[in-house]
């Protein structure tokens, strides 16, 4: 560094000198941070599980968009196909599945679920749809129109495979109607194969419940030969049983030019919730959230636009993600800086605000110890010099050896860099050597 021009080796000594002193404050502010980022994980997992439901089922294709809107962020969202809701509660409550489609009403939820399952809100109405063969109906009643489950009494019936919550729902539908299940001939097969025995003609009727959205229901509306059964007393269902609510399905609504359905039908229908466990990343609970506002937001058959997703009937606390987006616009650091930015900022400001309250104080002793180890690169030679005025005082040296010393020491000290701010002290000390020069017998 000797070699090195005054100037240069003056501003890296100070440098050096400013990390020294700072270089504790950096550390401990460094290490709080990072224990910080440690705690709250702003980042999120870059993979997550997604129950769906069966195949070809509207759970599936949501279930996709989901996981094209998510990938836009690096998020990689597996599907895990089930029977249904029911499966779907089972998935979440093993920890096998995040977060997953259930259909309220249906899903058997337990008192404890509402400690370890929260929800990001209902995203659209699934309407239970019962299809049945008109040729049955009419061997059965002379008439191939249906209005009521009562009149199922001797058909033969599907009513959903076990896991997807439709065989509970239906049972506590019959039961209403006073139609035991001895009076049924009664199957639960899944939707696709209890679907193919209704077309080969082996069976008479089938229940699933599903979004319109589904491939399976725009299919059975417009086969020919196959009737949706409308349930007549639509609005007493909805009052006897508060998770069903009437909805009506236009006529014309499927076809305008064929004209299906060729009437209103009157249906019944609960709303599907997206379910996520607890200990669930907030930052993808929100990207889930903000991603139903633009898969489900739009108007569809039975309601209208930005009526979903929704806080309303809700049978598990909203995560306050799901209430973010549902009810405010989207934050401002997403509207202008990618999610991941956004969201480190989101979660690490206050934290930082912490931080940074803590380390201004503790910043105060910066300047102190700069000062110190600035001075202390000239006062040290005050030491030397006061040794040498000790040792002429006493005796122990003669004028010569005294002169040496001094004229080593001035050498030292002409090699001694300080910043301009301190250059007086430095003058200082070179003043006080000729003085003690002038001191030295002989001089």
């Known amino acids: ?7 240069l080796r003056t501003l890296l000594l100070s440098l050096r000198d400013l990390l020294l002193s700072a270089g504790p404050l950096a550390v401990l502010g460094v290490g709080l941070v990072v224990l910080a980022f440690q705690w709250l994980k702003p980042t999120p997992p870059h993979q997550v599980t997604l129950a769906t439901g069966p195949a070809q ?16 962020n690096g998020i990689e969202v597996r599907l895990l196909p089930s029977d249904g809701s029911s499966a779907n509660l089972q998935l979440l409550r093993s920890g ?8 309220g009403g249906t899903g058997e939820l337990r008192p404890g679920d509402g400690d370890e399952l929260v929800s990001l809100g209902s995203l659209f109405v699934e309407q239970v749809w019962l299809f049945y063969r008109g040729d049955a109906a009419r061997r059965a009643h002379g008439t191939a129109r ?36 001895a009076d049924l001939a009664l199957t639960q097969l899944e939707q696709t194969p209890a679907t193919v025995e ?20 725009q299919m059975l509306l ?39 359905p060729p009437r209103d039908v009157r249906l019944v229908a609960s709303t599907t919730s997206l379910l996520a466990r607890e200990g669930t990343h907030p930052a993808l609970l929100q990207l889930f959230a903000q991603a139903a506002q633009t898969i489900h937001g ?17 049978e598990l606390p909203i ?103 301190y250059a007086d002290e430095l003058y200082a000390l070179r003043n006080h050597i000729q003085l003690v020069r002038r001191r030295v017998p002989g001089a």
Request: hydrophobic share 45%; aromatic share 8%; proline share 8%.
């Open 298 to 314: 739009g108007a569809g058959w039975f309601n209208r636009a930005r009526e979903f997703p929704s806080t309303r009937h809700a």
């Open 222 to 260: 417009q086969t020919p030969g196959v009737q949706l059964m409308g349930f007549a007393q639509n609005e007493a269902y909805g009052r006897r049983f508060p998770f069903l609510t009437p909805v009506t399905l236009p006529r014309g609504v499927v076809d305008l030019a064929a004209n299906v």
């Open 319 to 421: 995560a306050k993600e799901g209430e973010r987006a549902i009810n405010e616009p989207t934050p401002l650091l997403q509207r202008y800086l990618p999610f991941w930015i956004a969201n480190l900022v989101e979660r690490m400001w206050l934290v930082l605000g912490i931080l940074i309250a803590v380390m201004l104080p503790l910043s105060r002793v910066v300047p102190p110890l700069y000062q110190l180890r600035v001075r202390s690169r000239v006062f040290r030679w005050y030491g030397r010099l006061r040794e040498i005025e000790d040792d002429m005082e006493a005796g122990r040296a003669t004028p010569e050896e005294l002169r040496e010393r001094l004229t080593r020491l001035e050498h030292r000290v002409e090699k001694v860099s300080v910043p301009l701010s």
């Open 198 to 217: 209704l077309l080969a003609g082996r069976l008479d009727a089938l229940v699933f419940a599903s979004a319109p959205e589904s491939l399976m229901v």
């Open 57 to 72: 089922s509207a759970y599936e294709a949501f279930g996709k968009r989901y996981q094209e809107a998510l990938a836009a």
């Open 146 to 181: 249906l209005d009521g489950l009562h009149q199922l009494r001797g058909m033969r019936v599907n009513v959903g495979s076990p896991g997807s919550g439709v065989p509970t729902l239906m049972e506590r539908l019959l039961a209403a109607n006073h139609v035991p299940p």
């Open 96 to 103: 096998q599945a995040d977060l997953a489609f259930v259909q």
């Open 1 to 7: 560094m000797e070699r090195l021009p005054r100037r």
